[in-house]
């Protein structure tokens, strides 16, 4: 398998970059679950599950997604099927970019809700983002509505990556998640 992708199959880094985003993706909302849970029970976890790991996870969201970002666009095309016709290929590819973006704003959101927000980002006990002195209440509630916004339409969007995907498997008997397993050959 190689690093880089073939125009059959992703190469080790672009399913490298996909896992992984997909994993901190899952763990972004299951955390955000959990702390409304602990919320209604007034569990002082809530405020440590977030600081201590929904911000400093989805600060380095923010980094893999725009390199995953550079690496789909910097490499070589993995063709779509030919069972698709043009206009799902052309779609799929909006949904892929839009997935993108949309990742890296929602991060971005974040970062900047907390920052506005006179909140400073802690990040492992490594190292700080620091935040304005004080609140600047506008700027912040703006990007906590754009956090919200964001939340439904990366839904929206992953409700179409996992429709299409699973259009091709059980309709067109097209196993395309095979380009995306580490085993598989691309080559
Ligand atoms: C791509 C990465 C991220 C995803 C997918 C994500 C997802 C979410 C979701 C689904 C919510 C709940 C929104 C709602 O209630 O409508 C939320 C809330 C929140 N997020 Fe994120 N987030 C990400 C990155 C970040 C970052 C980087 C920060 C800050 C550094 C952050 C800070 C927060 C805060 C403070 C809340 C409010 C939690 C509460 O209810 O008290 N998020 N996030
Ligand atoms: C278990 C859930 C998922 C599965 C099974 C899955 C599977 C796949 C497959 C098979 C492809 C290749 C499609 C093709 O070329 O025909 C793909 C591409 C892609 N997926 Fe997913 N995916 C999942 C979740 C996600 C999530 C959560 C995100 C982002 C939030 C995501 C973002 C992307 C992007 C951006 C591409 C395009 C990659 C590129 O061309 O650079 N996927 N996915």
């Avoid at 976890?45 to 996870?57: A, E, N, Y």
Wanted: proline letters at 3%; glycine letters at 6%; one cysteine or more.
């Amino acid at each position: 398998m190689g690093l880089k992708n073939s125009e059959k199959s992703f190469g080790t880094i672009a399913k490298f970059f996909h896992w992984t985003i997909v994993l901190l993706f899952i763990h972004q909302y299951a955390s955000i679950a959990i702390v409304e849970y602990l919320l209604e029970k007034n569990s002082p976890f809530s405020s440590l599950l977030i600081g201590g790991l929904h911000k400093p996870l989805g600060f380095f969201l923010f980094f893999i997604g725009i390199a995953a970002f550079v690496w789909h666009f910097t490499n070589i095309k993995v063709k779509f099927s030919d069972t698709m016709p043009l206009w799902e290929k052309r779609f799929a590819q909006f949904v892929h970019r839009s997935l993108y973006v949309s990742l890296i704003f929602m991060a971005f959101s974040g970062i900047a809700m907390s920052v506005t927000g006179a909140k400073s980002i802690n990040i492992f006990n490594l190292f700080s983002i620091p935040a304005f002195r004080e609140k600047d209440k506008e700027l912040s509630s703006f990007f906590w509505d754009c956090h919200e916004l964001f939340a439904i339409v990366l839904i929206v969007l992953l409700g179409l990556h996992l429709g299409g995907i699973l259009k091709q498997h059980i309709l067109r008997k097209d196993p395309v998640i095979k380009k995306m397993l580490p085993h598989f050959k691309s080559r």
